[in-house]
């Protein structure tokens, strides 16, 4: 259980890193936090010749507000998302979500960035990712993109970025003016992935429509999955049985996996109990209060 | 820009004490270097792959697994494993609790419970039984059931607050 043998680089600037993901591309692999990156060097399922590792890249381990969101350095730690509360306030669906990462001593070195990067499918921050809508800036010799959260998970582990990029930050809109979210999953032991994860956002229009409210999924198959109210109901204000039937109606949609913890016929009632639960949740949640 | 390089010098700290231009190799965790370099074999190994929480130790304070550091990421830091827990011959609040409330049996899992609890109650000195629980929830026992654990915690949580109390002069 140890890494096979590696060279190893811990750039001082962006600039560096690019330069060493620029020469050393496909041989490299970038180190966050580490938490999903070392198990697999130790069991040896990567073996990159280069590892070169962003903790001394000063300025990716801040946070800001501006007129278009918040915007997550590649640095920030799990940690800080639990225990900031300035940085919690802007981003209330993640503030919740994070408890069910892994456990302390994960998220004291995992980054929110990291974490949708190694893009695993019950990963909680995809799921919050997709529902809010995302935005990551990608950065490289090549050029810089700025990828949206759809675009960029592709698959389980698998992401839009190339061997020669380097996710500088991810941006989250800010929260809906009078909107509630909720975040909630269902895993065998507290800390380890979910079988099924919901995030949830309610929120009316001036007509008091619920079109843009929303659910999104995970541990359900390669990737987090988004249905919007909108689509299923439009139109619709507070009809008592709406979240129920939203609920079956995304349990019935989704076509999750079976695996050795939960088959697919477990995922989908977990998943219509979640997004029901979650939707309640969140509409308690909003300005004016449960229906 | 850096080269990339298979072997480089660490300084850190210890449990307070200062190791100056130690060579490792990049590729070896933290926990190999300070069991296998150090020769602090309290930190132990139970997977080495991030599942059982048996190599935690605290840098910078911060509880994280020494399996899933690298030697070389700790460069600059200040390290306090198990052995630096107690202070001159004495073992520390927690230690004492997980002796008097049987809070170990073989003792393989001991030091990352130790060293977690200690981060535990330094961030939070009243802590519920549920947060101890959430909290210690990445560290695996196969042998007490966790419940003399938890006793163990808010013991010595009680017993540090009343310490504190006492030194300060104020109610606990
Ligand atoms: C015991 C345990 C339990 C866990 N439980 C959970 C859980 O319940 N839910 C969950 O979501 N996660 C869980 N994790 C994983 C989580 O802790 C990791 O933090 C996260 O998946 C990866 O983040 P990281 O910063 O550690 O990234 P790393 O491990 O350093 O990197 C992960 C991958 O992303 C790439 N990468 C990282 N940063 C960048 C960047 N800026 N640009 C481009 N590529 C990058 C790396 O090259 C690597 O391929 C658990 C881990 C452990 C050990
Ligand atoms: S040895 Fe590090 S978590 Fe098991
Ligand atoms: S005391 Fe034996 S594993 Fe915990």
Same mark, same amino acid.
Request: aromatic letters at 6%; hydrophobic letters at 40%; charged letters at 25%.
């Given at each position: 259980?140890?890494?096979?043998?590696?060279?190893?680089?811990?750039?001082?600037?962006?600039?560096?890193?690019?330069?060493?993901?620029?020469?050393?591309?496909?041989?490299?692999? =970038?180190?966050?936090?580490?938490?999903?990156?070392?198990?697999?060097?130790?069991?040896?399922?990567?073996?990159?010749?280069?590892?070169?590792?962003?903790?001394?890249?000063?300025? =990716?381990?801040?946070?800001?507000?501006?007129?278009?969101?918040?915007?997550?350095?590649?640095?920030?730690?799990?940690?800080?998302?639990?225990?900031?509360?300035?940085?919690?306030?802007?981003?209330?669906?993640? #503030?919740?979500?994070?408890?069910?990462? &892994?456990?302390? #001593?994960?998220?004291?070195?995992?980054?929110?960035?990291?974490?949708?990067?190694?893009?695993?499918?019950?990963?909680?921050?995809?799921?919050?990712?997709?529902?809010?809508?995302?935005?990551?800036?990608?950065?490289?010799?090549?050029?810089?993109?700025?990828? /949206? #959260?759809?675009?960029?998970?592709?698959?389980?582990?698998?992401?839009?970025?190339?061997?020669?990029?380097?996710?500088?930050?991810?941006?989250?809109?800010?929260?809906?003016?009078?909107?509630?979210?909720?975040?909630?999953?269902?895993?065998?032991?507290? &800390?380890?992935?979910?079988?099924?994860?919901?995030?949830?956002?309610?929120?009316?229009?001036?007509?008091?429509?619920?079109?843009? /409210?929303?659910?999104?999924?995970?541990?359900?198959? /390669?990737?987090?999955?988004?249905?919007?109210? &909108?689509?299923?109901?439009?139109?619709?204000?507070?009809?008592?049985?709406?979240? #129920?039937?939203?609920?079956?109606?995304?349990?019935?949609?989704?076509?999750?996996?079976?695996?050795?913890?939960?088959?697919?016929?477990?995922?989908?009632?977990?998943?219509?109990?979640?997004?029901?639960? &979650?939707?309640?949740?969140?509409?308690?949640?909003?300005?004016?209060?449960?229906? | 820009?850096?080269?990339?390089?298979?072997?480089?010098?660490? *300084?850190?700290?210890? +449990?307070?004490?200062?190791?100056?231009?130690?060579?490792?190799?990049?590729?070896?965790?933290?926990?190999?270097?300070?069991? *296998?370099?150090?020769?602090?074999?309290?930190?132990?190994?139970?997977?080495?792959?991030?599942?059982?929480?048996?190599?935690?130790?605290?840098?910078?304070?911060?509880?994280?697994?020494?399996?899933?550091?690298?030697?070389?990421?700790? +460069?600059?830091?200040?390290?306090?494993?198990?052995?630096?827990?107690?202070?001159?011959? *004495?073992?520390?609040?927690?230690?004492?609790?997980?002796?008097?409330?049987?809070?170990?049996?073989?003792?393989?899992?001991?030091?990352?419970?130790?060293?977690?609890?200690?981060?535990?109650? $330094? $961030? +939070?000195?009243?802590?519920? *039984?549920?947060?101890?629980?959430?909290?210690?929830?990445? +560290?695996?026992?196969?042998?007490?059931?966790?419940?003399?654990?938890?006793?163990?915690?808010?013991?010595?949580?009680?017993?540090?607050?009343?310490?504190?109390?006492?030194?300060?002069?104020?109610?606990?």
């Amino acid at each position: 259980m140890k890494p096979a043998p590696f060279s190893y680089a811990a750039p001082h600037s962006v600039e560096e890193c690019l330069d060493l993901l620029s020469r050393y591309g496909t041989d490299a692999k =970038l180190m966050a936090g580490g938490q999903s990156l070392m198990p697999l060097l130790s069991l040896r399922m990567a073996r990159p010749s280069v590892i070169i590792d962003i903790n001394r890249i000063p300025g =990716l381990d801040a946070w800001e507000v501006t007129g278009e969101g918040v915007r997550i350095g590649a640095r920030v730690r799990q940690r800080s998302l639990e225990r900031d509360r300035a940085l919690r306030a802007e981003i209330p669906l993640m #503030a919740e979500a994070v408890q069910f990462i &892994g456990h302390p #001593a994960t998220r004291s070195r995992g980054t929110i960035v990291g974490s949708m990067c190694h893009a695993d499918p019950a990963a909680e921050l995809q799921v919050c990712a997709i529902l809010l809508g995302a935005a990551f800036r990608l950065r490289s010799h090549s050029g810089d993109r700025v990828v /949206s #959260a759809e675009e960029f998970f592709l698959d389980a582990l698998t992401t839009a970025v190339g061997e020669e990029e380097l996710v500088e930050e991810v941006r989250l809109p800010l929260p809906v003016v009078g909107a509630g979210y909720s975040f909630s999953e269902v895993s065998r032991r507290h &800390g380890d992935f979910a079988m099924v994860s919901v995030g949830c956002i309610v929120t009316r229009d001036a007509q008091g429509r619920l079109d843009e /409210s929303a659910v999104a999924l995970g541990g359900i198959g /390669s990737r987090a999955q988004r249905f919007r109210l &909108g689509d299923y109901a439009p139109g619709a204000t507070a009809v008592p049985a709406l979240f #129920a039937d939203f609920a079956r109606h995304v349990a019935e949609t989704i076509e999750p996996d079976a695996d050795l913890h939960a088959s697919t016929e477990y995922r989908r009632a977990l998943a219509a109990h979640l997004v029901q639960q &979650g939707l309640d949740v969140a509409a308690s949640r909003t300005e004016s209060g449960a229906q | 820009m850096p080269m990339p390089a298979e072997r480089m010098d660490v *300084e850190l700290s210890v +449990n307070g004490r200062d190791y100056t231009r130690r060579q490792v190799e990049a590729r070896r965790t933290l926990a190999d270097f300070l069991r *296998e370099d150090l020769s602090l074999t309290g930190t132990h190994l139970g997977c080495e792959h991030g599942a059982c929480g048996a190599c935690t130790v605290l840098i910078d304070d911060a509880p994280v697994r020494s399996c899933l550091t690298l030697a070389v990421q700790a +460069n600059g830091t200040r390290i306090r494993t198990v052995e630096g827990l107690g202070t001159d011959g *004495e073992l520390h609040a927690v230690q004492k609790a997980f002796k008097q409330h049987h809070a170990l049996q073989c003792g393989f899992c001991t030091p990352g419970f130790l060293t977690a609890s200690v981060a535990l109650l $330094e $961030e +939070n000195p009243s802590p519920t *039984e549920l947060e101890v629980r959430e909290w210690l929830s990445g +560290n695996i026992c196969r042998c007490t059931g966790y419940q003399f654990i938890v006793d163990a915690v808010l013991a010595a949580a009680a017993e540090l607050r009343e310490r504190r109390g006492a030194g300060t002069g104020s109610p606990a």
